[in-house]
């Protein structure tokens, strides 16, 4: 009885001394805190979305989840080397997006330099050994590959959209770091200073250099250890000079995608996730034909998809989300750009479509 007491509580000692750890972050407190208690949606301790989300539909049960995501599925990861581009990263006019796989990209409008949810490590977890790598190829940019950065957007805490190296590497060459409340706490116990964060939530807008950012809702949770959705979760308008875009961040289909596109839109462009998705979590992501109708809802010119590309986080096929995605936004007549990682999107004037997601032997059969 001792002997099994001890063993309980040196196993709750080490999950302590685990969980403080930088990796994991901090969790709001003080005036922080205060702030995401004055909510609306604030209740029961934690934050809610506008619809219930439960984490899983009421006829499944965790076990399940699990024995599926232990499921095996040789094509969860790609046979070949993603074909990649160097990007260069030049100053010009316009608005441009170079996407680095997952939903990291780089979107530089006119001469300001902003980067979102920047993932730079070879699995998107607190610890390297947990997890799968990113595909081979993937690791063609590193942090000291990019420009002095103007901004950082970070839409949430999960791992595969901030992470703690990539932040620490890239601290010093940034000015300013615009995020979801309560996300600062995070990043200013990782050394980044107060006065360059600026933390919104849903509704709030932050004006910089003629660019209006502006938080807006989606539907999925927060958590970097147990408790979770102590932070919010946002998707963001983004209005420059000359054009709108929605960045979507994580997001399961709602109403309110509808309720963004009367209130904003039409977007030049929409990027939304598409991949990492499962009929045993259905509320937390989106399946390929509701990013379709969600980019619709948006009154969206032109639809982007990430959150695919470099890591394996269920259990379809790496490239099913895309596949299925471009086939449905054809019948909806819905213009789709894919282009390669590292490849850049101008607004207005260039939007790549290749089918690099196939490999050779893919491309052979098609051309028969």
């Known amino acids: 009885m001792y002997i099994f007491l001890a063993l309980l509580v040196s196993m709750a000692f080490l999950i302590y001394m685990i969980l403080q750890l930088p990796v994991f972050g901090k969790k ?48 969860r990861s790609p046979d070949f080397t993603i074909p990649t581009l160097k990007p260069e990263f030049k100053s010009a006019n316009g608005t441009r997006i170079t996407w680095f796989g997952h939903s990291s990209y780089f979107l530089q409008v006119d ?27 993937t690791d063609f940019i590193r942090p000291e590959d990019l420009p002095d950065l103007d901004i950082i957007l970070i839409t949430h805490d999960h791992y595969d959209h901030l992470d703690y190296q990539t932040i620490l590497d890239l601290n010093q060459k940034t000015k300013l770091f615009i995020t979801s409340l309560g996300v600062g706490a995070h990043l200013e116990h990782w050394n980044v200073p107060a006065g360059k964060i600026i933390e919104l939530s849903w509704g709030e807008e932050f004006v910089v250099q003629n660019l209006k950012f502006t938080a807006a809702p989606a539907r999925h949770f927060t958590g970097r250890s147990f408790k979770r959705n102590q932070t919010v979760w946002s998707s963001f308008v983004l209005q420059t000079p000359a054009h709108k875009l929605y960045l979507g961040g994580d997001s399961g289909y709602d109403h309110h995608f509808k309720e963004i596109g009367e209130q904003y839109g039409p977007f030049d462009l929409v990027i939304l996730e598409c991949g990492q998705y499962n009929a045993f979590w259905p509320y937390i992501h989106m399946f390929p034909q509701e990013t379709v109708q969600a980019a ?73």
């Open 28 to 75: 709001p407190q003080g005036s922080r805190l205060a702030r995401i208690k004055q909510l609306p949606n604030y209740q029961r301790g934690a934050i809610q979305n506008l619809s219930p989300t439960p984490m899983k539909p009421a006829d499944v049960s965790y076990w399940q989840v699990i024995r599926e995501m232990m499921k095996r599925n040789v094509n």
């Open 296 to 368: 619709l809802d948006l009154k969206a010119q032109v639809l982007m998809p990430v959150h695919w590309g470099k890591y394996t986080l269920s259990i379809h096929n790496w490239n099913e989300p895309v596949i299925q995605l471009v086939e449905t936004a054809r019948k909806q007549q819905l213009k789709v750009t894919t282009p390669k990682l590292g490849e850049e999107v101008r607004i207005g004037n260039h939007y790549p479509d290749h089918q690099w997601w196939l490999s050779s032997s893919d491309n052979k059969q098609n051309r028969r």
């Open 111 to 137: 001469e300001v330099n902003i980067l979102v949810d920047p993932v730079f490590c070879a699995t998107p977890s607190p610890f390297p050994f947990i997890g799968y790598k990113n595909f081979k190829g």
